[in-house]
């Protein structure tokens, strides 16, 4: 697995981080920090995102890591706003780029062997696109979070997307936080296991932050992980971006099993949380 790279397919966004005393933008979304920690550990990494013609400058982090981006044309980036403050953190979504479309993915299967979708929101890839994938001999790594989130009056609430049958079913590799795992469970009205059967998921990861998290796999095994220790968090945006990356690099490049995998996902994410890792500065932009 990923012999030849990996393609990202999500709109690259543009965040901006509210805290009590600052505010500033990032580069960010799946893109950014899945797509670096992918290419920091050797993989490489082609894009599909759309953008707006006026932001294809702030790529240029991403190009500077050595990742080719292929962008189609697009009136409005993906622009959120996270408000942290303490525990209590909620996102707006003021705008989206348009849906990710089947002959922006189809241009890179023969350039790589796994496909990393990370939808920021239910319509970010086509469902026709996402439909296709049913017919390709690629390894479908799902992070579900786009397809837990509904947007209304711009702000993001907890809902489970049509799309989320699609994606589960095409996946190998699925990714969930704890409440985004609570919300596909109550909505299918199935245990984690019986999902993870009925799906036919090789692999369901599930993150619960500061209390480590752990995998479940078809069959039947359930492999318990600890959070690595951070002594000052500084922001944990991409965190869990950062963590399935690491994940998968070490699993099915460097061949680890699953407990040693998480283990080394979950300290690159500390160094993540502690602002160590992809820093704020290297993803800083002038916009807006």
């Known amino acids: 697995m990923l012999k030849k790279g990996i393609g990202i397919i999500v709109s690259t966004t543009i965040d901006k981080i509210v805290a009590p005393d600052h505010s500033f933008l990032k580069l960010g979304g799946v893109t950014t920090y899945a797509g670096i920690t992918y290419r920091r550990h050797g993989i490489p990494v082609f894009i599909i ?3 707006a013609e006026q932001d294809l400058e702030i790529m240029g982090t991403l190009h500077a890591e050595g990742i080719r981006v292929f962008s189609a044309k697009s009136n409005l980036s ?14 707006e979504l003021l705008q989206q780029a348009g849906s990710i479309k089947i002959g922006q993915i189809q241009s890179i ?10 939808p920021l929101h239910p319509l970010d890839i086509e469902a026709a696109a996402l439909r296709s994938l049913h017919h390709s001999n690629l390894k479908i790594i799902l992070d579900v979070q ?16 049509v799309q989320m049958s699609t994606g589960l079913t095409l996946a190998h590799i699925v990714k969930a936080n704890e409440a ?18 009925c799906f036919e998921i090789k692999e369901f990861v599930v ?30 945006t991409g965190a869990g ?13 460097d061949k680890k099993d699953i407990p040693g995998a998480c283990t080394y996902a979950a300290k690159i994410a500390a160094h993540q949380v502690a602002g160590e890792y992809i820093t704020t500065e290297e993803l800083k932009v002038q916009k807006k």
């Open 78 to 91: 993906t622009y959120f706003v996270n408000h942290n403050r303490g525990d209590i953190r909620y996102q």
């Open 241 to 253: 971006d950062v963590f399935l990356a690491a994940y998968i690099a070490n699993r099915f490049v």
């Open 146 to 161: 786009g397809y837990t989130r509904m947007v209304r009056n711009k702000k993001v609430h907890r809902s489970v997307s």
């Open 49 to 51: 995102s759309n953008i």
């Open 207 to 236: 993150t619960l932050g500061d209390r480590g998290g752990f995998v479940h796999t078809q069959n039947g095994d359930i492999f318990h992980y600890d959070a690595a220790i951070i002594k000052t968090a500084v922001d944990p």
């Open 180 to 197: 985004e795992v609570q919300a596909i469970l109550a909505f299918y009205q199935m245990t984690l296991e019986e999902l993870v059967r």
């Open 109 to 118: 299967f023969d350039r790589v062997d796994g496909l990393h979708l990370g």
